[in-house]
């Protein structure tokens, strides 16, 4: 996949740039409350933190029951757009503290150029200083190795046969301040490619500088070609906490493979993003016509 970025966005930043859509065609009342509400919040006439008018409130105005009202509520808290409880009115949501995470093609050539330079260059650069900006020091990172066996899955993408020992190798970065994730990854390598060197099964030697493109280095290993795919999936209510997503909104699942120069495929890793605050953009690069391609002509063109 080339030129892919994955880049965060603030959710309520979209909601300025972009005009909100009313609900077209034949619009329920529910609906109808839901686009004036979204629309007021949108231009600021309700701010973050500020109450919405009570459910009888807006009943009376609209001329409607409760039960469209609520539902109204409803569309807006799944959208992220509000909070409401039991015992508590509905408010605005206050913006969240976001950090802006970019993944590009060139991130892993720059991880790639890093592993042959001096150790103390490569310390100071990591993934979350590639692709956040901000120091590991400046986070709460763990790391834990252990040891599985390839289920049929992970067999098929390393071409081995199912109950290879593979090397499993979980990653978790948090921001200290609001004790949301980071980053979360899980990788795996077969064992059999890094044993050779004892330090790469230790995982108190993370984190290891250079990452994982020196790592393999290390044992004779150059990546060529990485290979990801990304799907949509719901979130389980602890992930929704953990990144602190709000209801409605997906992760999205990434699975990157790196290719060895021989062309197997010696790493897997699995990534998530939230997807309110990620950006995805393709770039493919075409070949061009030859010089001496024919100009149109509209006479042939039948």
Known sequence: MQGVRYRT???????????????????PVHHQIADSLREQIASGTLKPGQSLPTIRELAQRWKC???PVRRALEVLRTEGLITAGRGRPATVRNRQKRTPITLTTSWTQEQKDLVLRP?????KVGGIELTAGISIQDTVSSHRYSTITADPDLAAEFDVDAGTELVRRA????????GHLLSWSISYI???LIEGNPALLDDSNEPWPGGHQHQLYTVGIEI???RRTVIAVEPT????????IDTGVPILAVRSRSVATNGKVVEVSDARYPADRTEIALVEMLEPWPDDHPEYDEAKDV
Do not use: H, N
Request: hydrophobic share 35%.
């Open 190 to 192: 077969p064992r059999c």
């Open 65 to 67: 029951a409760d039960g």
């Open 171 to 178: 990653y978790e970065i948090t921001d200290p301040e609001t």
């Open 224 to 226: 060529a070609e990485f």
């Open 119 to 123: 150790r103390a260059e490569r310390a």
């Open 237 to 244: 209510p602890a992930e929704r906490q953990r990144w602190g």
């Open 9 to 27: 966005a603030e959710v309520s930043d979209l909601i300025v740039c972009m005009e909100p859509e009313r609900t077209p065609g034949v619009v």
